[in-house]
């Protein structure tokens, strides 16, 4: 079946902690994407990539980072800078090109302890 | 930015049909209106989009005004499994990475059995 996979469903972070949520697809689609969900929230985007070895910084970068390494797969490192993680994190793809319809991972739920 | 505006929540009945509005007074004429909805604790899914002309797939049907300050998404008989967050965004932009998709908080539909 072809589609994306989040890893862990659930991730807890001590504070001062990095942490990185990962992000596959096999869909073969060039661009990919980070949002964060608050509660009640829409999404905001994170970052953004296009295409392999190529990223951009979305509303709320501040305190994330991202690796664009293989076309399959997007990393997202919530730092230690990030003082209020605790969110729903939802990765997405999109073919045809940048901002096309986007496909979604079923989300991790990151909670600070 | 240009803006949607949706009510916050709405009800409807297993079986009955169902006319979510949204108000995009501020579109211009390369805004595509996309819908997309969420399920609780899942990611967004696609539903439909369109530019000037009313558009149906298995899913819905989006109607667009003819001055396109405003859409509805209409689903033709509402089952319980289409209980969610319902999100109208226009992609906004000249193309490329100058696109944009904005997330708000959509409407809550709940569907009575």
């Known amino acids: 079946d072809g589609g994306i996979t989040q890893s862990p469903k659930y991730l807890f972070r001590k504070e001062g902690q990095n942490v990185t949520l990962s992000c596959e697809q096999n869909?073969?689609?060039?661009?990919m994407y980070w949002y964060r969900q608050d509660p009640g929230q829409g999404l905001r985007l994170i970052y953004y990539?296009?295409?392999?070895?190529?990223?951009q910084k979305g509303d709320i970068a501040e305190g994330y980072s991202v690796s664009r390494e293989k076309k399959e797969s997007f990393p997202l490192t919530v730092t230690s800078a990030q003082k209020n993680p605790t969110a729903f994190y939802l990765c997405?793809?999109?073919?045809?090109?940048?901002?096309?319809?986007?496909?979604f991972g079923p989300g991790t739920r990151l909670l600070v302890l | 930015d240009a803006k949607t505006t949706q009510p916050n929540s709405m009800e409807s009945n297993e079986e009955e049909p169902v006319h979510l509005p949204c108000n995009h007074s501020?579109?211009?004429?390369?805004?595509?209106i996309h819908w997309y909805r969420q399920l609780p604790s899942q990611g967004p899914e696609y539903v439909i989009h369109?530019?000037?002309s009313n558009v149906n797939n298995r899913m819905a049907s989006l109607a667009i005004a003819e001055d396109r300050k405003s859409s509805t998404l209409i689903l033709h008989r509402a089952t319980l499994r289409d209980a969610a967050v319902y999100y109208c965004i226009l992609r906004e932009g000249s193309g490329g990475s100058n696109y944009k998709l904005t997330f708000g908080k959509g409407t809550l539909l709940t569907v009575n059995p």
């Open positions: 869909l073969n689609h060039d661009a």
């Open positions: 369109g530019l000037t």
């Open positions: 997405a793809s999109s073919d045809r090109g940048l901002w096309e319809t986007q496909y």
């Open positions: 990539s296009q295409i392999v070895n190529d990223f």
């Open positions: 501020t579109i211009s004429g390369t805004d595509y």
